[in-house]
């Protein structure tokens, strides 16, 4: 079992050795000349870290995490125990004590982005460079304790209502008021599906991901059928904006039918088919979604559509 202490001068080179494996395994658009760079730089940035801790077991360094003050400067674990838990234990134990917490993360890193979605963390802007001002957009992330209070189910799908109803506040705005409202939701599930949604809106597709997958292992289906079904919907689409698109297809193909998304489901089907590549698949089924809308011409629309697909 690894055990969080404090970083000596003498944990450094293996710091280093940690930080490497664990960047060249989920860092692949950086080049082996980036990666140079910046272990410089993470070798010279270590002395000067406020509070750096590291997880060992026995006299082996398992991983490392940097902070100072509320902001997170660093969290690495070697790949051999990545899934394990040391991340989130370094992670709490330099957070310990604070109300909000700051970190980066680079947007090309969607595994790191998971990571931190499904800790709590919510994007509250973006740069177009690192902070040392080389081409690797960063995503900057904040954690808050949320207290929002609760006056019930009616009074928080109004509150819910009129933020989305609001079109004076912006995309960061939105979100950090939806984490608000999720905080105080009657259900957790109801609380992860409008914070995906607000994520989703914005074009944070790999967090929004997370959320929508917490709403549905929450059992959202169960506590309100119709945003079950929107989520259906909002899902599949991140998930075939992010390449995914089998596993949207799947999941449109098994959505359920509700007066909440009418045809939806089909049309979203239409296009994550086209975006795997099955065209004619995807064309039956936008066709056969609108043909029951037709004045007249169904017979025939409906043999045209299902002749798209014969063999």
Known sequence: MATIRSAAPTDHDAILGVWRRAVEATHPFLSPADVDDLGKDVERYLPLMPDLRVAVDADRVLGFAAADGDTVEMLF????????????ALLDAVTA???????????????????YAARGFLPVSRSATDGEGRAFPVLHLERRVLTEPSGGREDWERRVADLWADESIGDQERIGRTGLLAAAAPHPALGAFELGGSLDSAGYEVEADVHYAAATAAG????????????VVQHASTLRN???????????????????????????LALALHSAGR??????????????????YNRSVRAYA???TED
């Open 77 to 88: 674990v070697d790949p051999s125990v990545h899934r394990s838990g040391v991340g989130t």
């Open 97 to 115: 004590g604070h109300d909000v917490v700051h970190l980066d993360v680079n947007e090309q890193n969607p595994t790191a982005r998971r990571y």
């Open 220 to 231: 959202l289906a169960d506590v309100d059928p119709a945003r079950a079904a929107q989520l």
């Open 242 to 268: 992010l390449g995914r698109t089998d596993e949207a297809v799947v999941m449109l193909r098994e959505a359920p039918s509700h007066p909440s998304t009418g045809a939806a489901p089909r049309v979203f």
């Open 279 to 296: 065209s004619a698949e995807a064309l039956r089924v936008a066709i056969e979604a609108v043909e029951p809308t037709l004045p007249r």
């Open 306 to 308: 299902a002749a798209l």
